[in-house]
C-alpha cells in the first residue's frame, strides 16, 4: 500500500513538471509558426514591391521612349520646315562699285526679282532656303566694250539675326550671268511693314556683288585661258510679297 502511495506521488510529480512544459513548448511551436507567417508576409510584401518598381522602370521606359520618338518627329521635321509661303520681290539697285574692262562706264539702274521657297533646311545654327534671283545689267561708254544681259541664278539664304525691325541674312548664288558663268554674294535686310496687307509686304535693302567670266572683251588669237572677267556691286531696294 506504501507502495502504491509513492508511485501516485510520483505521477503526481512527473504532470506537475511535464504539464509546464509542454504547455511552453506549445507556445514556442505557436510563436515559430506566427514567426514564419510573418516571414511569409514580409517576402510576399517584397516580392509584390519589386513587382511595383519593374512595371514603374517599365512604364518610365516607356515614357523615355516615346518622348524620343517626338524628339526624333520634331528633329525630322525641322529638318524640311515650312518657311511660311513663297516670297516674290520686286525691286531695283545701281551701281555702287564697278570692275576691271568698265571703268568709266555709265550703268543703268537694274531690275531685281527676287523668290524665295517656302522651306528651310537647318545646317547647324545657320537657317537655310533656296530660291533664285534674276537681274538685268547694262554698262557702256567705259574704256572698254559695252556689256548688257540678264542673269538667272539659284541662291541659297542663310538667316543671320532677327531684329526688332526685321530679319538680316545673307545669300550666294551662282548661275548664267549674261553669256556666261557668273556668281553672286551679298546681304539683305527685311523690314516687314506694319499693318499692310495682313503683314504679306515687306520691304528689303540689299547690296550684292556680281563677277562673270564675260566681260566683252575679245583678243586677237584668244586662248580658252584668256578671259575678260569682270564684276559689279549693287545696291537696291525691293518690295516683298508672300504668298
Known amino acids: 500500500m506504501k507502495n502504491t502511495n509513492n508511485y501516485l506521488m510520483f505521477l503526481l510529480m512527473l504532470l ?18 506566427e514567426e514564419a507567417e510573418e516571414e511569409a508576409v514580409v517576402e510576399e510584401a517584397e516580392e509584390e514591391a519589386v513587382v511595383e518598381e519593374a512595371e514603374e522602370a517599365t512604364v518610365e521606359e516607356e ?36 570692275g576691271a574692262y568698265m571703268e568709266g562706264a555709265t550703268s543703268a539702274p537694274s531690275i531685281d526679282i527676287f523668290v524665295r521657297i517656302p522651306y528651310t533646311l537647318y545646317l547647324g545654327p545657320l537657317n537655310v532656303s533656296v530660291g533664285a534671283e534674276l537681274q538685268t545689267f547694262d554698262f557702256s561708254g567705259g574704256g572698254g566694250a559695252d556689256i548688257s544681259g540678264i542673269g538667272l541664278m539659284g541662291v541659297a539664304n542663310f538667316d543671320i539675326a532677327e531684329t526688332p525691325a526685321g530679319a538680316v541674312y545673307a545669300h550666294v548664288g551662282a548661275g548664267y550671268l549674261g553669256n556666261s558663268l557668273g556668281v553672286t554674294a551679298g546681304a539683305k535686310f527685311d523690314y516687314a511693314i506694319p499693318n499692310v496687307m495682313e503683314g504679306k ?27 575678260s572677267s569682270t564684276g559689279w556691286a549693287n545696291f537696291g531696294i525691293a518690295l516683298n510679297y508672300a504668298l
Open 201 to 227: 509686304l515687306s520691304a528689303t535693302a540689299f547690296l550684292k556683288a556680281n563677277a562673270t567670266l564675260d566681260g566683252g572683251l575679245e583678243w586677237e588669237n584668244q586662248t580658252d585661258e584668256q578671259t
Open 16 to 33: 506537475f513538471i511535464g504539464l509546464p512544459v509542454m504547455a511552453q513548448d506549445a507556445v514556442e511551436e505557436e510563436a515559430v509558426v
Open 63 to 98: 515614357v523615355v521612349v516615346e518622348e524620343e520618338a517626338v524628339e526624333e518627329e520634331a528633329i525630322v521635321e525641322e529638318e524640311a520646315a515650312p518657311a511660311g509661303g513663297i516670297v516674290i520681290g520686286v525691286g531695283g539697285g545701281f551701281t555702287v562699285y564697278s
